[in-house]
């Protein structure tokens, strides 16, 4: 690509500027050479010296052999993957990040700038979608828009704008003065039935794509309410009918197993976390084919940052970490033997962002092949937010979203940690 430089404007000004923007051949059609690529997880076929024909963002075509000239990606020596799919991530905040002070001094306009700065980060990681889970609404729209319209960097967005939750549970201003809860409430919070779908309503009204609600209490909220379910069989009713009336899917942040299954039972689509999953909870699972997103990466950290000296964490905080966060490999290792559907997730925001891939390796010690949890996050995720038809495959028609690594990640998934090249639709993004 020709980059025609006006006089007295550095170079360098105009590299970071495509950095930032992703470096696209606009209105050109540009060859990835592929020395071996996983097109399609589904078959877990790899095929040799192949050339992807990019177009419009979109792949055009494959092709067998090194063909094309001019705009040429040289992947010769790598090895090619559709870009990874995280269905659960906090990108507005991490742990760690300032002290307990920063809730009360942080604006909407900090965590739209936060947000940047880590999506930039889990794109580098390799994932090319995500699913924001939970963050402040406006500015996890505000970010949506400007990745879409090419304006940042960063993964495609699919963004709950906030959780749904009941007053005083999990997500709701817990352990702080009453006067300042309306102030630092990021969340609808409802109680009844008919309050609860009011707030489901205005998550649709603010952009959601998705709807997350809390069936159940959480480890980090600081409050001794437990990991139960939190809201009553009737309001979870409430809530999945009306999202499923709006055209939104609902999944739910559920540890307990009242919770887990009182939400399936009401329609719930898809179940993040799982941790104390019984007999019953499988069985709802796979009744109807629906995804469990274990997010083992947040149970292994919780549970590291526990029994860290220095760490942040509240009384009720640790203590709700040191019952949950070992449980969860287990937990996952059941889900898959009895065949539940499981999307890859990691609740990225507690753990730092852009380690997501570390997930793969707990996916595995949990009982999935490589392949497994390969598909885990392209054909399976995709599959879980109904984008089948769009992502997670290398195919003709698909979004250009490709990544590539050193090594064989079929036999060492630890590979998937050290990503070399990223593409998300068709523009380069990083490339080492």
Known sequence: MKVSLKKGLAAGVVAALLASAGAAFAGEVSYVHAGRVLADPATGRVAERQTLVIEDGKVKEIR????????????????????????????????????????YTNTSADAALNAAYYARITLEAGFTTVADLGGPGESAVALRRSIQQGRTAGPRILAATGMVTPHGGHGDANGVAEQFVPILRSTAVCSGPDDCRRAVRERVRNGADIIKISAT???????GAGLNQQFSDDELKAIVETAHFMGRQVTAHAHGTDGIASF??????????????????????????????????AGDFVAREAVRPGN???????????EAG??????????HRAGVKIAFGTDNGVAPHGTNAREFQ??????????????????????????GNEIGRITAGYSADIIAVDGNPLEDVTTLMDVDFVMRAGNVYKNK
């Open 64 to 103: 067998d052999g090194f063909v094309g000239e001019g705009n040429v990606v040289d992947l010769s020596s790598k090895f090619v993957l559709p870009g990874f799919i995280d269905s659960h991530v906090h990108l507005s905040s991490q742990q760690g990040d300032g002290d307990r002070a920063s809730r």
């Open 217 to 223: 209490g959480g480890v980090l909220s600081d409050t």
């Open 264 to 297: 399936l039972r009401a329609g719930g689509d898809s179940i993040e976390h799982g941790t104390f999953i019984d007999e019953e909870g499988i069985r709802l699972l796979k009744q109807n084919g629906r995804y469990l997103v274990p997010t083992l990466l």
């Open 312 to 322: 942040q964490f509240t009384p009720f905080q640790r203590q709700k970490s040191l």
């Open 326 to 335: 070992p449980l969860m490999l287990d937990m996952a290792r059941r889900a």
């Open 362 to 387: 707990l996916l595995v010690e949990a009982g999935l092949t490589p392949l497994q949890a390969i598909q885990a996050a392209t054909i399976n995720a995709a599959d879980h937010f109904r984008l």
